[in-house]
T-cell receptor, first 113, second 109 residues
């Protein structure tokens, strides 16, 4: 079975631009969670989606948004990029929200200049 | 105070040594994860625990729910074990994880 895939793997954007990151979960997994990893703040939870519904949102500004499609693929969008948004963005998939075993993708490295 | 605390933050060991990394948490949880991240790499889930003990190869993870504490042990450590080890807790019926700050392990040959 293919693992979690994320595209693109690397991205360079300038301040003020917007960006869309994509995550394809393991086949059959219906839950996708997104995380941000920075040297200063470590790993922080962004969103959780299950069956196209956002179930949980972390403490991030409204510039961070996401969605999940009927095939469980998920996207996250960051608008009006700031330098501090430079980070590794990871997504993780699981069968559902109860079993909890999460499988992480390789991440998208976003650099904002 | 962080909800999830790990110790030590940094650990250097010689190949073959027994290693212990500790995790304490201050909230009620439904499960605890131990994760591994190699430099520049993605995250691999090593264990998910809600009680007792789990073993996989040279890795052992234990959890004491009453004391809100978990340990990750590596027996016969090897340089390829060099990585950041992260403890993360899950609360209730959600996949939201709260992470510790990680332990950077370096195993020298």
């Amino acid at each position: 079975k293919a693992g979690v895939t994320q595209t693109p793997r690397y991205l360079i954007k300038t301040r003020g631009q917007q960006v869309t990151l994509s995550c394809s979960p393991i086949s059959g997994h219906r839950s996708v969670s997104w995380y941000q990893q920075t040297p200063g703040q470590g790993l922080q939870f962004l969103f959780e989606y299950f069956s196209e519904t956002q179930r949980n949102k972390g403490n991030f500004p409204g510039r961070f948004s996401g969605r999940q499609f009927s095939n469980s693929r998920s996207e996250m969008n960051v608008s009006t990029l700031e330098l501090g948004d430079s980070a590794l963005y990871l997504c993780a998939s699981s069968l559902d929200i109860r079993t909890g075993e999460q499988y992480f993708g390789p991440g998208t490295r976003l650099t904002v200049t | 105070k962080n909800e999830v605390e790990q110790s030590p933050q940094n650990l250097t060991a010689q190949e073959g040594e027994f290693i212990t990394i500790n995790c304490s948490y201050s909230v009620g949880i439904s499960a605890l994860h131990w994760l591994q991240q190699h430099p520049g790499g993605g995250i691999v889930s090593l264990f998910m625990l809600s009680s007792g003990k789990k073993k996989h190869g040279r890795l052992i993870a234990t959890i004491n729910i009453q004391e809100k504490h978990s340990s990750l042990h590596i027996t016969a450590s090897h340089p390829r074990d060099s990585a950041v080890y992260i403890c993360a807790v899950k609360r209730g019926a959600t996949n939201k994880l709260i992470f510790g700050t990680g332990t950077l392990l370096a195993v020298q040959p």
